[in-house]
């Protein structure tokens, strides 16, 4: 027993150090890489996602939609699973445009504060002054605010593809922490952290290039990257300490449900955060960035076939 736990804290410091080193490799070799090379990094981590959302996600779905379905005796070829993809993937974007929509009304206020402000002002400066003010320079103040609200966009004034992204990657590697810390065997526990702190690392560097494409700070950079750093190691402790101790049947509800959440969001980041801006930009050639996210796809699938247990779904009687 003491073999296992020990190797579970060799996995726990391991996939810390490991993440954390590819996390923040786009932010070191950002500054002195060309746009255009950013721009083809971003796409080969956008075949990353695309990989590990059809290929890792969607079967992992799959089969925690058939043990949910053996669990309450639920015998119908209804997709419950795709369902709770669609929820996740939905109740992203409402938050996400909440949010954008949040920030313009907030821009709009302040820039008429700003305008009254700047009225009172020029008020105060005739009355003391007695001196003529040329007029347009109160409309000049007002077209400013106007432009500035007018050229608010999701990503350049709140990035929260990369938030979506951190919560989305963090549930899912909180899920693959807890095989590790359920695991009652060193071989066990050797295999999963082998196949999981490839897969990790591969994804810690796509969230750590959308932190940077993103323009965040380096505190957000680094708020947000230790979210994510510490989440597979949190998953390990869950497993050790809480996880054992639920039913069975609690835990194949929860995991289910939290794959089928996670696995939505990813869809949405993958695709409209990472893929399509890509694809709108035209500082590079586009048969280039399709060449780099074939390439990701390629590389995430054979990081699959050799390193991961591919989930499989077997029938079960339903009393």
């Known amino acids: 027993m003491l073999s296992v736990l020990l190797w579970q804290v060799i996995s726990i410091v391991s996939l810390i150090v490991g993440v954390y ?7 070191l070799i950002g500054n002195s890489v060309r746009k255009a090379h950013i721009s083809l990094m971003s796409a080969f981590s956008g075949g990353v996602l695309i990989g590990t959302t059809f290929i890792h996600l969607f079967p992992e779905v ?14 119908t070829p209804y997709p419950i699973g795709e369902l709770i993809i669609c929820v996740g993937l939905v109740a992203v974007m409402i938050i996400e445009n909440m949010a954008v929509e949040y920030e313009r009304v907030a821009h709009q206020v302040r820039a008429i504060q700003d305008e009254e402000d700047e009225g009172a002002a020029l008020f105060d400066s005739r009355v003391g002054n007695h001196h003529h003010v040329n007029p347009h320079e109160g409309g000049h103040s007002h077209s400013e605010g106007h432009s500035h609200v007018a050229h608010l966009t999701m990503g350049e004034e709140l990035g929260w593809g990369a938030y979506v992204l ?8 909180i899920l693959e922490g807890v095989a590790i ?3 009652e065997s060193r071989e066990a526990v050797i295999t999963l952290f082998l196949s999981i702190i490839l897969h990790e690392v591969c994804l810690a560097f796509s969230l750590g290039l959308k932190l940077f494409t993103d323009n965040h700070t380096m505190k957000q950079f680094v708020a947000s990257l230790s979210v994510f750093v510490i989440s597979c190691p949190v998953g390990i402790g869950l497993g050790m300490l809480v996880m054992r101790h639920l039913s069975s049947d609690v835990l194949t509800v929860s995991v289910f449900i939290l794959k089928a959440l ?18 709108s930009h035209r500082h590079t050639n586009q048969l280039y960035k399709m060449g780099m996210v074939i390439l990701g796809l390629i590389f995430i699938s054979v990081v699959m076939y050799f390193l991961h247990d591919l989930p499989t779904t077997e029938p079960c009687q339903v009393n």
């Open 21 to 27: 080193i590819f996390g923040f490799a786009p932010l």
């Open 181 to 183: 810390g359920l695991a």
């Open 62 to 75: 799959s089969q925690s939609a058939q043990e949910f379905r053996c669990v309450l005796g639920i015998d």
């Open 262 to 279: 996670a696995t939505g969001t990813f869809v949405q980041v993958t695709f409209l955060e990472i893929i399509a801006p890509e694809f």
């Open 166 to 173: 951190v919560i989305a990657l963090s549930i899912h590697s």
